[in-house]
């Protein structure tokens, strides 16, 4: 049974950090790249950040560059997103997804390359 499980997020006031983290289990791990995604109230999800397999590639938003940094360990199953300097925009329910082979650069952020995805945490930024 494919479980994939977010967890990390809170509230945190601007300027904080958090990190977020994702559990996945079912399916082979390594064979996956892995994804972060969020949705803020009234707004389409959208991509945040994406890892390749081996974790050599990593993608990033315009908009978290510079202060998120995203990361897997495929010995623990487990995807983490190190979010800094956050600011109250950042707010959002933040998804872990996985999808199988490695997203050529363009398509890292297309949702439909992404089969498995989490319940979703939420972080909440105060200003």
């Known amino acids: 049974q494919v479980q994939v499980v977010e967890s990390g997020g809170g509230l945190v006031q601007a300027g904080g950090s958090l990190r977020l983290s994702c559990t996945a289990s079912?399916?082979?791990?390594?064979?996956?790249?892995m994804g972060w995604f969020r949705q803020a109230p009234g707004k389409e999800r959208e991509g945040v950040s994406c890892?390749?397999?081996?974790?050599?590639?990593?993608y990033y938003a315009d908009s978290v560059k510079g202060r998120f940094t995203i990361s897997r360990d495929n010995a623990k199953n487990t995807l983490y997103l190190q979010m800094n300097s956050l600011k109250p925009e950042d707010t959002a329910m933040y998804y872990c997804?996985?999808?199988?082979?490695?997203?050529?650069?363009?398509?890292?952020?297309?949702?439909?390359?992404?089969?498995?995805w989490g319940q979703g945490t939420q972080v909440t930024v105060s200003s």
């Open positions: 997804a996985a999808g199988y082979g490695d997203p050529y650069p363009r398509d890292v952020f297309e949702e439909t390359n992404f089969g498995y």
């Open positions: 079912g399916f082979a791990f390594d064979d996956f790249a």
């Open positions: 890892i390749s397999l081996s974790g050599a590639s990593t």
